[in-house]
């Protein structure tokens, strides 16, 4: 069974990160069983073992593998089981889906959403997590995400590949889910566990397509708990 060392908050069956939601929906898109095991952001000794001090970790047999696209290369490559990418144009599909999805999603919930994060996470971490971003932003966490709900809206503007690209298909990756969609709804997933405050217009063709996301696998998105 594959270990997976996954980001959790005070509440320890509060499982938010967004990329490791991603290696989670990989693995079930595998069919792999797993074991995960909880980790907070000032346990950096517990995964020293991996060279590095993020989750997601996962140990397969020996084999240390870090980082959610690293991971989810891996399980390609040496597992059974359904693609997760369907063929190397799938792969480099799934490659640029990763690097929009960071440098425009992960920042723009971050903005939205980044205050709401200090009261989910372990009591220890909170002076780790308010130092480190507040560092990052210039401001307060309170001020990063003050005003959103005029903001928001600029926010799912930026979501309109999205949109275009489930007109034309039900799922990012065509006809069937793959890697990409697990990278936007994994990122999704940050939010809905975390916050209460809607990043994607509720009514809209991105809820629906995220609605089929979390009945994939036996519903293992829509079994996570939010708060």
Sequence with gaps: MITLHDLAGADPDLRFSPYCWRTK???????????????????????????QGRVPVIQDNGKVVS?????????????????LFGGSGGRAHARF??????????????????????????????PYFRQ?????????????????????????????PVR???RAAPWLGGAEP????HIVAGTLMW???TSAFP??????????????VLDLYGRLGRAAKTV
């Design 199 to 212: 990043v994607i217009d509720p009514e809209g063709p991105i809820a629906a397509w995220l609605g089929r």
């Design 191 to 193: 939010a809905r566990c």
């Design 178 to 181: 793959s890697y990409a969609d």
């Design 132 to 160: 480190s971003r507040e560092a990052r932003f210039g401001r307060t966490l309170e001020e990063v995400q003050a005003g959103r709900e005029q903001r928001v809206e600029a926010f799912r503007m930026a979501l309109t």
């Design 25 to 51: 929906f990989a693995l079930a898109h595998k069919g792999l069983p797993v074991e995960t095991v909880p980790w907070r952001f000032t346990d950096v000794d517990a995964i020293a073992f991996s060279g």
């Design 164 to 166: 275009l690209a489930l």
């Design 97 to 126: 889906i990763n690097a929009w999805t960071d440098s425009v999603m992960v920042p723009g919930i971050a903005t939205l959403i980044v205050r709401d994060l200090l009261d989910v996470v372990a009591e220890k971490d909170k």
């Design 67 to 83: 980082d959610s696209w690293a991971i989810a290369e891996y399980l390609e490559d040496t597992a059974n089981g359904p693609s």
